[in-house]
């Protein structure tokens, strides 16, 4: 792509560095710009529509330009900015969305550590069982087993837990004490004639397998998606 100079494309490709993108098809093709977003519609600066069919990755589930939201936004910004939550420090959303989350959820007695991403939720999870263990005297135990084509994530513990060849070659990874075990696509692995229950009796039995040859005393966690998204 011979980008016009100082046009948005131009100033793009000098200056952003992505993650997940081929950078020849990038230089080649240019970025896809988008510019407005109005419910499941986004719009880029060619004035091309599409159907945001990913929502934002996740984070737009509720659509774009929603106006109770962004005067949500505006109030919280005008009464406190930001409050970090380190050293005991806390402000009140955080404390209804805590409750809202654990009325939510089946775990009624558990508590809420809030992160900035998935992957900061897995590289977090990865250290509470670190730290819970070393703090009982079970320092052995901290190996986790994943799946393989599982999606957990790109920071490096959590691409770690992550099951997919891209997200490990060069960058040394996974990481020591995470194992990956098979991926659970019956309809792609399972064996001619094998029914979906024999299918996950006979990965669990693998499962199981894997637990007991690393020895459970050493096993402190296994990680799955409900339902595989990326890897799938
Ligand atoms: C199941 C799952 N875990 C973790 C992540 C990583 O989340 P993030 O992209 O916010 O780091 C994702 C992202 O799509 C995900 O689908």
């Known amino acids: 792509m011979t980008a016009i100079p100082n046009s948005i494309e131009a100033r793009h490709i000098a200056s952003v560095l992505h993650p997940a993108t081929n950078f020849k098809a990038l230089n080649a093709d ?3 710009v988008m510019t407005q977003g109005r419910g499941v519609f986004v719009k880029d600066n060619q004035g091309k529509e ?10 737009t589930s509720l659509g774009h330009g929603v106006k109770e939201l962004a005067e949500a936004a505006r109030q919280q910004m005008e009464t406190v900015a930001y409050t970090h939550m380190f050293g005991g420090r ?16 089946p775990l009624d007695t558990g508590k809420v550590l809030f992160g900035c991403s998935g992957s900061d939720a897995n590289d977090t999870q990865i250290k509470l069982i670190r730290y819970y263990n070393n703090a009982v005297g ?22 770690s837990l992550t099951g997919l ?3 490990h070659a060069l960058f040394d990874l996974p990481m020591d004490g995470v194992l990956h075990t098979e991926t659970p696509h019956h309809y ?7 029914s979906e229950e024999d299918y996950a009796a006979r990965l669990a039995g693998q499962l199981e397998e894997m637990i007991l040859s690393e020895g459970p005393e050493t096993v402190a966690a296994f990680i799955a998606e409900p339902v595989m998204g990326a890897g799938a």
């Not at 599409?50 to 984070?59: S, V």
């Not at 792609?188 to 094998?194: K, V």
Request: glycine content about 10%; hydrophobic content about 35%.
């Open 30 to 32: 240019g970025p896809l």
């Open 50 to 59: 599409y159907i945001e069919g990913l929502a934002g990755l996740w984070c």
């Open 90 to 105: 806390s402000h009140e959303p955080a404390i209804n969305l805590a409750e809202k989350l654990k009325e939510l959820s």
């Open 138 to 159: 079970r320092p052995e135990k901290k190996k986790i087993i994943s799946r393989k084509k599982g999606y957990h994530g790109v920071t490096l513990a959590s691409a």
């Open 165 to 167: 060849p891209v997200n």
């Open 188 to 194: 792609r692995n399972a064996e001619p004639g094998e």
